[in-house]
């Protein structure tokens, strides 16, 4: 989609102040002062807006809708699917999930609708063709915002259990095909007729992994139910659904091609750490996740102005970190800043959940005061429409696979402690950040390639099928590879690979992994690597050397000679295997190499000071410092100075 | 109810030994020996008294009433609801609670029966006439001991569910005003129909408040149906039922209301840390909840003769503890000592639940002789008739209220991980009794505020209806109020107040919150106070000054000239409000300032050695060591030594 | 039962590969190479030896059966009742267990039928006998493994509650009986019909050691239905059932008669601390106790050829580990070394545990190689066949008693946090582990005491009916007995003895018990033995001497001249008391002083160096290094050299 400016809003609930027009009419007035071009409306608004069954009542929407045009802003209008109404739990419980034991929620929460309801799914068709229909013409009609927050938690009622059923039928075709994929002969588990099937035996894995891709899958299938009456009466209007971090039972990856626009909702824990760098890394990957997904800038849907009310502790934000928080999301590729929320509920759930507006119920607050800033700021940088077009292409992928991950969840490993699958991508993901180097990340399905100069496999265990060829192919033309302990291990099924892994690529490593072993706590495993020493940690390949480069051995007593680093020449490029788990020392060394080999740059030419990130976007660069210390750079003979939690963006004036 | 001794006993379950007379027999003479004038008898008799439905066997008891009297001791005669006899969950299951997800409970464990169950009631009823109408005229009768440790635990029967949506219908009159009150817009929570509310959604947190003092309502209405056969067959003997530890989801303060004198089990752990002050300052803190929940006279209904059977671990008592703890009892207001148990049970869960007869059996063992030691001095003590109906007055409140607790509780708040509502307000108590002052510690209802100088208010989180015209008055006649961080964010029903808190006293305070603020883990929050250096922690209120003056500032860069102290004059009074969280070292300080402005004063004019504490009771005076150190007083002139563990009394000689 | 060599072999999955003959080609082939003389086969082959109701196919079997016997080795053939077929679960779901809640468990997972299920029973009769009844002549079959890794876990569905009443009808004859052993006087738990009991109240705790014993009882009465078709068919084959580390609610003491040889799963966890010492100890007690329990050669049925998957963590056995592992079995009575399992499953929950051929399908690996030196070692000690037939007799006995350990499980004590009844007994273990001195581990049945001179009872809680005749006539007899704090303090149905424990001994010790009490964590309880100073922990009985001579006093002032040991002369022989928890510091002293006396020794006479173990078997002698230096022995002139993790064999040769 389009962007003609930066968006600004946030999740406003108007409905909750119906009867207070004192405040609705304050409300408007200070969105223009913080300089909010849109809203995010009626995310959970269905039991306003159906009050009993067939009983409607979009008035206050209507009246909404009229004043955020009146008042010069866009709506984001939801999809009220996130929450049902207590009147459709009572009148038909089946809109309510069963949990493992057979037991039927009781209403209450949000996001734990059944999604095989035929009833629920019908409800939602029926409530977004009459928003559909009612606010086609409206001006403010600017984005779907689908349901919210959609999860891939399961449902054990029969109805989506039989779907399960239905859904293995169409993918194995015979149940003979499903118990060699399971390998059920193991622990007498065959089974006989599809109605034996229940998805609550974790010790099938290859079951047990279905039924997540089952679930993820059924979730965009409603999401499917949801936005047909959308597309049919609103083709134009763009559609989003708020993604999440990304920890949900869902393909994020699969979900992102769905939608017109991907957007997220980012919570980090700011100011719980001796510094906000590894947050500010950690945000960094999660930005670069959803630009990634679609290789198109996306959207920041929902942040806090301050302090949370849902962790252990959320501590309010510092000086300078709602900026500095907003200027990275627009760095690395976000054309929104959004917040939830606009004003604080009086009750419920979040109601100490910070807002624009607090219950102080003034623009007299230093909240108030950070946003407004950032809306400035963001007018500022509308100016560039180049800029909202932007994002930059990347020399490295990270490959982070929703489904591989739940693979490793499921795996019984001669370690299980630690295994750390999204920590893992991070770390590699680290040693780029630091160099100032954009990195994508993208899902096991490897697609378009042929952008990268180097593709990282952490932990990837899992290969779907044809994996081998499109590596093979990268690799033929000159790309380097880079792979970890437990690469290739399992295929889609999760059946171990025979005769060597990475899985039929052994040749193109130059290596077979003999077995995958165990680093045990306060155990050392030492080496060294251009002069410097390591140690890895948790997790070690035990491999057999088939004709690769041994780049570094272990020197401790009990790894004494087991290779650490392997390189072979295969076709054009190179395929590496790190056998062991390292932390973002040894890798930003190892990968500073790799990019010299792959004249890889940063746009900047100087080591990053700790702390600081660079980014780039088009013509613009942002320099940030996540750092607690006030740095100095030079950047092409300019001096530029960075104050703890400061920014500085070249290229906007 | 009039005291003619100090009371000296123990649960007794004679009906375990009908088959032992030899053992009988001994139990009677060794009571003697120990002083002992009364005993808790029938607590979980049920199984024994109607052995069958319509069986009655009332002989065993009769004689042991009989034996009492003749052995010169009086009966507290329990009333035996508190475990229901298997015959009778076997017939009727309604009888038993049922769980959340709507799984009745089988037969077991103890005070788990349906409080609205009918059949309990009305089987309740029967056995409580039968017991008044029998023992009516028997001499030994002396008190009643309704059920036993009954708490607030809820039942999701299908008509305990009932029971509450009448209540709250009772309550709320319209599902209009209960909506709001509830703020069920937020995230489509509205009902439509009574019969959708069911009390199991956490997220509606003014639900499950109303839930929680529901189920507090209901237990008290299940004892209001217990008491009245017993008042109506012998309305001069006097009701009592054994409170708790606090923590039972009872408000206690409504509770005490409907008992004739208070009762309370005390089981502190002792000798688990570096001394006993801390828990010494704890069970203080107890005792004088439970004193002026009447302002009279309470008994300690159960404590234990030495170590318990039902914590992770409980050491025995150490030479001296059983006097020290039970003078301390007496000292805050206790006319009784008593002990759980007489004689240890041969079996079942709590057989090594010490007694005062072990399962040796002989009255040659520590326990029994510092048992004897108790009851010698509690005779002594009786002499003196005027302490029997003395509690003293105090200038100082601290505020401690259950359904505030329970509010908080709920609350999604900034920081969720270190509430500790209970010990923050034992931490301002702290501040008093390390300086010899009596404090009482009443409910939010504000009743008699007249009688004090000073009212506290630590994290009076809601503010129930009418608490600002009562805070108003006192303050307008000259009290002084001292509030703390998040004090009054909502009202009784969970909703924020808005146009800033304290909520409605803005003006009194002279100041507004603006956010409710963390103090991160870690971070370094440091004031100066009267030249001391001090640091708070975990809460921070972030408040705009509306005309208060600032005592006190913070120093510390990340809260750099927020306000820690402000105090503001208000007709004759002052109004103090705390930012943030302080330990006792500065809240003793800070309320010795307030208590030498205030003319308030400990009948000991020297400060206080760590460890001692210091009690006064009419023309009694109580000095007690819980430190590891002995210590030397010198009190209007006279040494007293006090050895570590040791007590003195003055003015019973 | 004779064996004639030493077994080599390992769980065998020939049915997961019937469609790759090149595996099971190699398979046979690389048998050879390790030396493996057995197969453990069919262990969950239900699902493919009956593919549905009544449609068998056991050609698979029979080809395995004949391909083992071609390739000169042995089947040790399974029961497949392990894991029930999901066609049965499907047809019949009384065969899957009901929970605690009464919710029958989905069909999944292995271990978890239904005991009582006339269904399951029936099914596995008709199983059993087809086996038998099919290969009772085939040469191949050597050996029954009943069904696999049985358990205790309780399943609550009405059939198995109606059964345990029936036993406890059983048992008790009437009412009344039950409810004086289960005290049910207390909190009103009487019982006035059979159909009132139902197994899940935790206060009852005579009723859940009852439910824990009949559990025990009901699986080995399942053991018996599976036998009977064996017995019947296959009179001359042995049986055996894999026994597993011993926390599994079952008796194995009582199970053990019921086999014919006993056989054992070890899963030690090696290499995850500072040394192997600890757990080679550990290993070496569970040993003893299979040992003892027939006090003839068992069987180590499966342990590990590397690693796991099923733990936090298990590191890759090192260099050694693996025939260091073996030695120490067959130096404690092992007449096998057996593995889970010979090749790595493909697929499914242990795919990852490790296996003598690992998923790179070669001979060509670290763990092949280590499993083949284990084969050569074993076929150079089955020269020795009066090895094969021998384990040595012990002079001390060790009770570790399961349900005295589920009795403790069950009690609410002063200390409920370090009830460590296990390791417990071992550290009494260890004592003589580092003095070469074998123990024997008994049941508290006390079966055959005259084979020892010194009986220890470490915490032996539970007094089973006979025990006081049975230890005064061993010590009458010259014997030395050794109790320590708890012993004897509950008879066998829970309640406690009355007059001072040990329960009927007081006498015999000279001591009586008052009070069982705690010694809190941080709190000092020092005193000196043979000039020594030692420091108890966590437990000391309070104890009244009557008569016995106190071999040291507690020196700490709070505990200052209490006893920590006693002797009392008795017949002609000695009972001790130690009164309090101490480690094997003290435990080794004291021991070496009474076996001096009792003139116990062991084959080597001098001080074992750290980590060295020595134990003996007719002519030959063990010596194992589990520590992590080399260390040098002179055995009867004789240089001794142990690497770490290195062993030497005495009398081989």
Redesign the interface.
């Known amino acids: 989609m389009v962007f003609e400016n930066f968006l600004h809003g946030a999740d406003y609930?108007y409905?909750?102040w119906l009867d207070r027009s004192d405040i609705l009419e304050k409300d408007f007035f200070y969105m223009k002062e913080v300089k909010a071009n849109v809203m995010s409306i009626g995310i959970?608004?269905?039991?306003?807006l159906e009050?009993?069954e067939g009983q409607y009542n979009f008035k206050w929407l209507d009246n909404l809708m009229d004043r955020l045009q009146a008042n010069g802003q866009k709506a984001i209008l939801a999809t009220?699917s996130?929450?049902?109404?207590?009147?459709m739990?009572?009148k038909y419980p089946e809109v309510c999930r069963v949990d493992e034991?057979?037991?039927r929620e009781?209403?209450?929460?949000?996001h734990n609708h059944c999604r095989t309801s035929i009833v629920y799914r019908e409800k939602c068709r029926e409530m977004n063709t009459l928003l559909a229909k009612r606010y086609a013409k409206h001006p403010a009609l600017f984005m779907y915002h689908v349901s919210n927050e959609y999860n891939g938690v399961p449902c054990f009622c029969d109805n989506c259990v039989a779907e399960f059923r239905s859904w293995l039928e169409h993918k194995y075709k015979t149940l003979d095909n499903l118990n060699k994929?399971?390998?059920?002969?193991?622990?007498?588990?065959?089974?006989?007729?599809w109605?034996?099937i229940?998805p609550?035996?974790?010790?099938?894995?290859?079951m047990i992994l279905d039924w997540r891709r089952f679930n993820s899958e059924l979730t965009i299938n409603f999401f499917n139910n949801e936005i047909e009456p959308l597309r049919k009466y609103t083709p134009n209007i763009p559609i989003t659904t708020n993604f999440q971090f990304p920890d949900v039972w869902l393909d994020y990856h699969m979900f992102a091609k769905k939608v017109d626009v991907v957007s997220w909702d980012s919570y980090p824990d700011w100011?719980?750490y001796d510094s906000e760098i590894e947050e500010g890394i950690k945000t960094a990957f999660m930005h670069d996740l959803y630009r990634s997904a679609k290789k198109q800038p996306f959207m920041l849907m929902e942040c806090t102005p301050?302090?949370?009310?849902?962790?252990?502790?959320?501590?309010?934000k510092?000086e300078g970190m709602t900026e500095l928080a907003s200027v990275q999301a627009i760095a690395h590729g976000s054309n929104s800043i959004q917040y939830f929320q606009w004003r604080?509920?009086?009750?419920?759930?979040?109601?100490?959940?910070?807002a624009v507006v607090?219950?102080?119920?003034t623009d007299?607050?230093?909240?108030f005061k950070d946003i407004t800033k950032v809306g400035c700021l963001l007018e500022k940088l509308s100016v560039n429409k180049k800029l909202l077009s932007t994002v930059d292409k990347s020399d490295v992928a990270i490959v982070y696979d929703f489904q591989n991950g739940w693979a490793i969840d499921g795996?019984?490993?001669?370690?299980?402690?630690?295994k750390n699958y999204q920590a893992e991508c991070i770390e590699h993901y680290k040693a780029f950040y630091k160099k100032g180097i954009q990195c994508d990340i993208i899902s096991a399905e490897l697609e378009n390639l042929s952008d990268y100069k180097i593709l990282i496999l952490p932990m990837l265990y899992m290969f779907p099928d044809g994996t081998e060829q499109k590596l093979k192919a990268f690799v033929e033309k000159g790309g380097t590879v880079v792979a970890t302990y437990l690469t290739g291990t399992v295929d889609s099924?999760?059946?171990?690979?025979?005769?060597?892994?990475p899985g039929n690529l052994t040749d193109m490593f130059g290596i077979?992994?003999?077995?995958?072993?165990?680093?045990?706590?306060n155990?050392k495993a030492e080496f060294q690597y251009n002069g410097k020493k390591y140690n890895s940690v948790d997790y070690i390949d035990?491999i057999?050397n088939a004709g690769a480069q041994v780049l570094s051995k272990f020197e401790s007593p009990?790894f004494l000679d087991m290779p650490v680093i392997t390189k072979n020449k295969a076709g054009n490029g190179y395929a590496y295997y790190l056998t062991s788990r390292n932390n973002s020392d040894f890798l930003k060394d190892f990968y500073a190499e790799l990019c010299k080999e792959n004249n890889i740059k940063s746009f900047v030419n100087f080591e990053l000071p700790d702390g600081v990130s660079v980014q780039k976007r088009g013509d613009v660069k942002f320099f940030m410092n996540f750092g607690n210390k006030e740095v100095s750079l030079n950047y092409e003979g300019k001096e530029i100075n960075l104050k703890s939690l400061g920014y500085y963006i070249e290229g906007i004036d």
């Open positions: 609930n409905e909750q959970f608004s269905w039991a306003m009050t009993d009220p996130g929450s049902k109404p207590a009147w739990s009572y034991k057979g037991i009781k209403h209450g929460g949000r994929a399971w390998w059920t002969t193991f622990w007498s588990h065959r089974f006989t007729d109605n034996q229940f609550n035996d974790g010790s099938i894995q290859g100011h719980l301050s302090s949370l009310n849902w962790k252990p502790q959320a501590r309010q510092k604080q509920s009086r009750g419920g759930e979040e109601k100490f959940h910070s607090s219950h102080i119920g007299n607050t230093r909240i795996a019984g490993l001669p370690r299980n402690n630690r099924t999760d059946l171990c690979f025979l005769d060597g892994t077979k992994v003999e077995q995958n072993g165990v680093i045990a706590d155990e035990i057999q009990d």
